[in-house]
């Protein structure tokens, strides 16, 4: 080997030096990054669930807020008919007063439903300013000063409040 200009020993002692090299490697780089990368993978996981669950309860919370128009309007529906019924025996006048009570309870009806629907929104906006604190907090690793990321979160919601019709 030495007529090709390869020293035997030296050869070994590169093998065995790349060797320890590579295994050294593998324990103190390639070992840790992959259990990051795995830790980094269930944290994003964690926070798509915490996103599909805020999204699942904010359709729950737009069916619930459906359901209660369809029944105001309903009822307000019901007392109508019932106002039309009464005024048609009793005459012109009071079928004109039986229209305005009938005309009053579905204004409280309507009041009464949109006060609902803000609390539940309301409900809704904090839930996912918490989701999103929370994801922020996990995607970055670390403490996010909390009154300027809920100062910037009430600004989007409110953002997109005005943005609906």
């Given at each position: 080997m030495e007529?090709?200009?390869?020293?035997?020993?030296?050869?070994?002692?590169?093998?065995i030096n790349f060797a320890a090299l590579?295994?050294?490697?593998?324990?103190?780089?390639?070992?840790?990054?992959l259990r990051m990368m795995s830790q980094r993978r269930d944290r994003i996981?964690?926070?798509?669930?915490?996103?599909d669950a805020a999204r699942?309860?904010?359709a729950k919370a737009q069916q619930e807020y459906?359901?209660?128009?369809?029944?105001a309007q309903r009822k307000a529906q019901e007392i109508i008919a019932q106002?039309?019924?009464?005024?048609?025996?009793?005459?012109?006048d009071i079928k004109a007063e039986a229209q305005r009570e009938a005309d009053a309870i579905r204004q409280r009806a309507r009041e009464?439903?949109?006060?609902e629907r803000a609390r539940i929104l309301a409900e809704v906006q904090d839930q996912i300013a918490g989701l999103s604190m929370i994801a922020t907090e996990r995607v970055?690793?670390?403490?996010?000063?909390?009154?300027?990321?809920?100062?910037?979160?009430?600004?989007?919601?409110?953002?997109?409040?005005?943005?609906?019709?």
């Amino acid at each position: 080997m030495e007529s090709l200009g390869i020293n035997l020993s030296s050869l070994i002692s590169n093998l065995i030096n790349f060797a320890a090299l590579a295994v050294v490697l593998y324990l103190l780089l390639y070992k840790p990054v992959l259990r990051m990368m795995s830790q980094r993978r269930d944290r994003i996981a964690r926070s798509m669930a915490d996103v599909d669950a805020a999204r699942e309860a904010a359709a729950k919370a737009q069916q619930e807020y459906d359901r209660k128009i369809g029944e105001a309007q309903r009822k307000a529906q019901e007392i109508i008919a019932q106002a039309a019924q009464a005024s048609d025996k009793v005459g012109a006048d009071i079928k004109a007063e039986a229209q305005r009570e009938a005309d009053a309870i579905r204004q409280r009806a309507r009041e009464e439903a949109e006060q609902e629907r803000a609390r539940i929104l309301a409900e809704v906006q904090d839930q996912i300013a918490g989701l999103s604190m929370i994801a922020t907090e996990r995607v970055l690793g670390q403490a996010v000063d909390a009154t300027l990321q809920r100062k910037l979160i009430d600004n989007f919601l409110a953002g997109l409040g005005e943005a609906k019709p």
